[in-house]
């Protein structure tokens, strides 16, 4: 509960109500990387001052980022989803907890393998972002990647 409180304290800011600000761009993309296998990439672009949570920061603290694979059944996930990018780690007392996160820009790289490559790899990105001043409300973004041949 005290989480939830704290963050809505942060993201209920006049300058956010002012207008839907998102300093995440997000492309998606896969390279073939065997027979049936492919790298699905996520690149994650900031402005400014923001940074994006790992997926593997403090639960305790800010939401760290997710992705959720929709499609298909025929879909196999090769290990855990991994971070490339610059891997900043502190404490931050707003979260009373030790956070990693990355600025500026971090590739996410899930390896997969799927038997019918005519299906698009759907699903979504759950994110939240901040910077010294604030944080911005959770954010969901859906992806369509269709696999190369």
Request: net charge negative; aromatic share 12%; charged share 20%.
């Amino acid at each position: 509960m005290k989480r939830v409180i704290l963050i809505l304290m942060l993201v209920a800011t006049p300058k956010l109500f002012a207008q839907i600000y998102d300093p995440v761009s997000w492309s998606f993309n896969a390279t073939k990387t065997g027979s049936n296998t492919y790298e699905i990439i996520a690149t994650a672009t900031l402005e400014g001052e923001w940074h994006i949570y790992s997926q593997f920061t403090d639960h305790n603290g800010p939401i760290p980022t997710e992705f959720v694979f929709e499609t298909p059944t025929n879909l196999n996930l090769l290990g855990a989803t991994i971070e490339n990018g610059e891997l900043h780690e502190k404490f931050e007392e707003v979260f009373d907890a030790n956070t990693k996160y990355f600025e500026t820009k971090v590739d996410f790289v899930q390896k997969i393998k799927i038997t019918d490559i005519q299906q698009p790899i759907t699903g979504y990105v759950y994110y939240m972002v901040c910077n010294n001043e604030s944080c911005l409300p959770p954010k969901e973004v859906a992806f369509n990647i269709k696999l190369p041949k």
